[in-house]
């Protein structure tokens, strides 16, 4: 595959290949549907993690496997948060892209049914957070592509179309991969407000959906140490700035949620908060999902 950051200037860095520089404004004008401008997600994040060995969010700093501590605060998120937020969901009238680790329907398979009477769009995950798939060969990070995915098209009667890797975890060829999977568009990658088309080597390309590394409540919560009341803030600023900027653009929200961070009371009451305040402009955005977004974007993105 050529190098589009590089074709022309010998001299310059090693680029990824995927896509070219376009700034926000010079690229071509769309809205969504019933006119809006702004298109809100939530990236319902459902991992399942092993137990005694593997990565994981930590609460505390991890002491020797069996790391019961941080394994426990991982799995109020599937016996409790999740549910929490799903109340929430129902309560507010968001649909959600529940972004899925394949573990998950053999560990809480209750859980995947209440998202599938919601209606929620279902993105694949990889196997489990408790990996990455971005270090592995080719033939493996196939395998484990094939794996999950077989899983949730078996689950879900169809194939899913977005994936988030494990721990935003890519190798040099997981777009080709994910193409060559059948997926339609991924959600790794941060760079933009837009979605925009990455190039693969089957030339069919996959689009990118902008996924939030900012308003995602891992980076927030668990890396800055940001409060509940903080996040929510975040969120509420992050979105009355981006309204007043989709006047003259079409743009993507995405929310990034964890059931054992978010599900948590206190933090479940200032999410709230922050969701009420975004519902409450529901006549002037696209409440959607990511799948819709990147159907709907699909023959403008560049």
Known sequence: MSNPNRANHPSSLPGHGRYS??????RPDYVWPNGTRLAVY???????FAFGEGLGAELAPGGPQPDVLNFAWRDYGNRVGVWRLIDLFDQLNFPTTALVNSAIYGYCPDVM???????????????T???RQGVLPEAEERRLIEEATSILTEAEGKAPRGWLGPWISQSR?????????????????????????????SG?????????QELNDIPAIVGRKDSAAEFADMIIGNFDEMLDQSRTMPLVMG???HPYIVGQPYRLRELRRALRHIADQRDRIWITTAGAIASHAAPFAI
């Open 21 to 26: 520089y376009s700034s926000i404004g010079s």
């Open 204 to 212: 069919r390309g996959i689009l990118s959906v902008p996924y939030p």
């Open 113 to 127: 049914a209440r998202l599938r009477q919601r209606g929620d769009e279902i993105a694949g995950h990889g196997r």
């Open 42 to 48: 939530l990236g319902l994040n459902l991992e399942h």
């Open 129 to 131: 957070n408790s990996e």
């Open 255 to 257: 929310i990034a949620l």
């Open 173 to 201: 060829i997981t777009p080709d991969l994910l193409d060559e999977a059948g997926y339609s568009y991924l959600l790794d990658w941060c760079q933009d407000d837009q979605p925009i088309r990455f190039a693969t080597r």
